[in-house]
């Protein structure tokens, strides 16, 4: 009976360790207010309240990402989840390559919907396994092509990307748009076992500074560029490319055609604005 008793409390708590909403936001004073939040529930096509997905071709693409977006691999699985699903395809383009098959990926934005300067940005989510391509949460708008030698007018802000499959979660500000005048800088943080279960990213976004968190627990800080004191929206995507002589390079590895479909899964995301404390 100690026995059973034992693997059933191991069973329940388990699950309740699957299903909490684990925030670092938690301990933390009343500083933040919520302005923006999806816990995902329902089925079928994310809120379009609150996100947009586009079709987008990245191909062909001589720098960098080279599949596809379809807006049909961003779904709610029914169960309070958004899912980007990364699934080989049939090659769209034959003509301008001889591979048989292509890839398409998952991009979903609060472009128009949702924009803010400075704040807190969160998600729960659960990274993918399969080499190749990558997850990502950022923030972006068109600003961040201003080329001013400066990030103060608009930054891309990726609060986490995961390439390939290792244990680095990825921070990283890009400005000054992304031709020759291009600046940018990063962080990589190793974080065992992150490919495992539900973890928390997190940007607290100052008008001098920013701060990123993984489970919590801080892991870069940075000004680079200058704070960008632009809004910008909230974006979760997948990447991949294609390309064995880029993706070794740069990118997430050269992509197995028989590990995939792959999925990004998203628990919630939150976003909060700054209250200062009255003293």
């Known amino acids: 009976m100690k026995r059973l008793l034992a693997s059933l409390f191991l069973v329940l708590f388990v699950g ?59 779904y709610l699985n029914g169960s309070g989840k958004l899912v980007l699903k990364t699934s080989v395809i049939k090659n769209r383009n034959p003509d301008e390559d001889s591979d048989p098959y ?14 803010q300067a400075f704040g807190r940005y969160e998600v729960r989510a659960k990274l993918p396994h399969s080499p190749g391509w990558w997850s990502a949460f950022w923030l972006f708008s068109q600003s961040v092509h201003h080329v001013d030698g400066s990030g103060r007018d ?16 990825h921070h990283a500000l890009h400005w000054d748009g992304y031709g020759e005048q291009h600046q940018w800088s990063a962080f990589s943080a190793v974080r065992p076992g992150i490919r495992r279960g539900w973890h928390t990213f997190t940007l607290e976004w100052f008008p001098d500074e920013y701060i990123f968190y993984v489970d919590g627990q801080e892991t870069w800080r940075s000004s680079a560029g200058g704070v960008s004191q632009n809004p910008l929206w909230v974006k979760l995507s997948g990447e991949i490319s294609s390309r064995e002589d880029m993706a070794n390079k ?6 197995d055609p028989d590990r995939f479909p792959d999925k990004f899964v998203i628990d919630w995301v939150r976003v909060y604005e700054h209250v200062p404390s009255a003293e």
Not at 35 to 52: A, H, M, T
Not at 250 to 255: E, S, V
Request: proline share 7%.
């Open 154 to 169: 608009g930054t891309e802000v990726d609060i986490m990307e995961t390439f390939g499959w290792n244990d680095k979660v």
């Open 250 to 255: 740069w990118w997430a590895n050269t992509p």
């Open 16 to 74: 309740a360790c699957e299903t909490q909403t684990f925030s670092a936001l938690d301990e933390k004073s009343p500083e933040w207010r919520l302005v923006f939040q999806d816990e995902f529930s329902g089925r079928g096509r994310p809120d379009p309240d609150k996100w947009i997905s586009k079709e987008y071709n990245r191909r062909p693409n001589d720098d960098g990402p080279d599949g596809w977006w379809d807006p049909t691999n961003a």
């Open 102 to 115: 292509d890839y398409a990926s998952a991009m979903v934005s609060t472009e128009g919907k949702f924009e």
